[in-house]
């Protein structure tokens, strides 16, 4: 079988050799998206792969599948899968996999590492110190997390973990999910409620939701935090998303903060934030089209404000989660070889 992986490393390249020997292998560093297409199929001399391995800088339209004629099995090593187009898969009856879970606790301790940094300041006093010179903590007050609320929005695996560390900080906890687990709920000594009443009770708000597009048959995810509820927020409270970018209306966003509605805004993600990766490569490359320029520029409007911390899609990033993701990963790969099925197909309808 011959198989692709894009955005790897070497460590990883040689890591998967191991675990799938006798197989033919292609590895790249390199993302593989409509805009860069023809510059990766350059460094590949035959197209025909029987699988892709991908990460979520890739993004896998039409035109990418349509370059491998004898695709039979994507998988993205990653929990997230906005980033595929479905439609293009069904139409070539293409198999999928993913990894439902390897940073159930990686991202929930990155939450804690931005909640933590909004709450006392860390970085403003650093920064402070560093490119100031200044040994002095007038003005960087902060407050305590214990007996505070917090706002799980999602309590799949995690928004569970999530959970579990803020009852180690001592919080008070509320949560919103679609399919509440009352189980869980009754373990940890907390309550369901509705997105509204989480948004103007909590002190800090935590997305955990996977990102589904508003379709006809249902409002999905996208901007579930948008102009029509954001100003229901709790004054002050901290938001936090380490989720996905359009899970937050950009728009919205910007102006709650700027009206100090919001007291803080802490995320590993963006809207648009495969533009903001590369600017100069999308302005000669890139393609306008689907794109919102207007949230490009309020993204670095976000980014230079005194109480926002933004990383760059950083929190699964750890050598323990990675090490996860790639068991999983070839894992999914090595079933289909041996049953036509990977052990952890994407969830599409």
Same mark, same amino acid.
């Given at each position: 079988?011959?198989?692709?992986?894009?955005?790897?490393?070497?460590?990883?390249?040689?890591?998967?050799?191991?675990?799938?020997?006798?197989?033919?292998?292609?590895?790249?560093?390199?993302?593989?998206?409509?805009?860069?297409?023809?510059?990766?199929?350059?460094?590949?001399?035959?197209?025909?792969?029987?699988?892709?391995?991908?990460?979520?800088?890739?993004?896998?339209?039409?035109?990418?599948?349509?370059?491998?004629?004898?695709?039979?099995?994507?998988?993205?090593?990653?929990?997230?899968?906005?980033?595929?187009?479905?439609?293009?898969?069904?139409?070539?009856?293409?198999?999928?996999?993913?990894?439902?879970?390897?940073?159930? &606790?990686?991202?929930?301790?990155?939450?804690? #590492? @931005?909640?933590? /940094?909004?709450? !006392?300041?860390?970085? =403003?006093?650093? *920064?402070?110190?560093?490119?100031?010179?200044?040994?002095?903590?007038?003005?960087?007050?902060?407050?305590?997390?214990?007996?505070?609320?917090?706002?799980?929005?999602?309590?799949?695996?995690?928004?569970?973990?999530?959970?579990?560390?803020?009852?180690?900080?001592?919080?008070?906890?509320?949560?919103?999910?679609?399919?509440?687990?009352?189980?869980?709920?009754?373990?940890?000594?907390?309550?369901?409620?509705?997105?509204?009443?989480?948004?103007?009770?909590?002190?800090?708000?935590?997305?955990?939701?996977?990102?589904?597009?508003?379709?006809?048959?249902?409002?999905?995810?996208?901007?579930?935090?948008?102009?029509? &509820?954001?100003?229901?927020?709790?004054?002050? #409270? @901290?938001?936090? /998303?380490?989720? !996905?970018?359009?899970? =937050?209306?950009? *728009?919205?966003?910007?102006?709650?903060?700027?009206?100090?509605?919001?007291?803080?805004?802490?995320?590993?993600?963006?809207?648009?934030?495969?533009?903001?990766?590369?600017?100069?490569?999308?302005?000669?490359?890139?393609?306008?089209?689907?794109?919102?320029?207007?949230?490009?520029?309020?993204?670095?409007?976000?980014?230079?404000?005194?109480?926002?911390?933004?990383?760059?899609?950083?929190?699964?990033?750890?050598?323990?989660?990675?090490?996860?993701?790639?068991?999983?990963?070839?894992?999914?790969?090595?079933?289909?070889?041996?049953?036509?099925?990977?052990?952890?197909?994407?969830?599409?309808?």
């Amino acid at each position: 079988m011959r198989i692709a992986f894009f955005e790897i490393e070497q460590w990883e390249a040689d890591y998967v050799k191991e675990k799938l020997p006798g197989n033919g292998f292609f590895f790249t560093e390199k993302k593989i998206d409509k805009d860069n297409l023809d510059e990766v199929l350059q460094q590949v001399q035959d197209r025909n792969f029987d699988a892709i391995s991908i990460f979520v800088g890739s993004e896998i339209k039409k035109e990418v599948i349509d370059a491998f004629p004898n695709l039979k099995l994507l998988t993205t090593r990653s929990t997230g899968f906005d980033h595929i187009d479905f439609e293009a898969i069904r139409q070539k009856n293409i198999k999928t996999g993913y990894v439902p879970g390897y940073g159930d &606790n990686t991202v929930a301790e990155f939450t804690f #590492a @931005l909640i933590l /940094n909004l709450s !006392r300041k860390i970085f =403003v006093a650093y *920064d402070r110190i560093k490119e100031k010179g200044l040994f002095d903590f007038k003005g960087l007050r902060g407050f305590d997390l214990k007996g505070k609320t917090i706002g799980v929005v999602g309590t799949g695996r995690i928004g569970k973990y999530t959970v579990a560390i803020a009852k180690g900080f001592g919080m008070n906890v509320l949560a919103f999910d679609s399919y509440p687990d009352e189980k869980f709920a009754a373990e940890k000594g907390f309550k369901y409620v509705s997105l509204d009443e989480l948004l103007e009770n909590s002190d800090v708000i935590s997305l955990h939701v996977p990102y589904f597009p508003s379709t006809s048959s249902g409002q999905g995810t996208h901007h579930l935090i948008n102009s029509n &509820n954001i100003n229901k927020i709790k004054k002050g #409270a @901290l938001l936090i /998303n380490t989720a !996905r970018g359009a899970i =937050v209306e950009t *728009d919205a966003l910007v102006k709650a903060l700027n009206e100090g509605r919001l007291g803080g805004y802490g995320a590993d993600v963006l809207e648009e934030e495969g533009i903001i990766k590369d600017e100069r490569q999308f302005l000669i490359y890139g393609n306008l089209e689907g794109h919102n320029l207007k949230t490009v520029l309020e993204n670095h409007v976000l980014i230079d404000m005194p109480n926002v911390i933004i990383t760059p899609h950083n929190a699964f990033n750890t050598t323990e989660a990675l090490q996860r993701i790639l068991d999983t990963d070839t894992e999914n790969i090595k079933n289909f070889i041996e049953k036509g099925e990977t052990k952890f197909p994407i969830p599409i309808s």
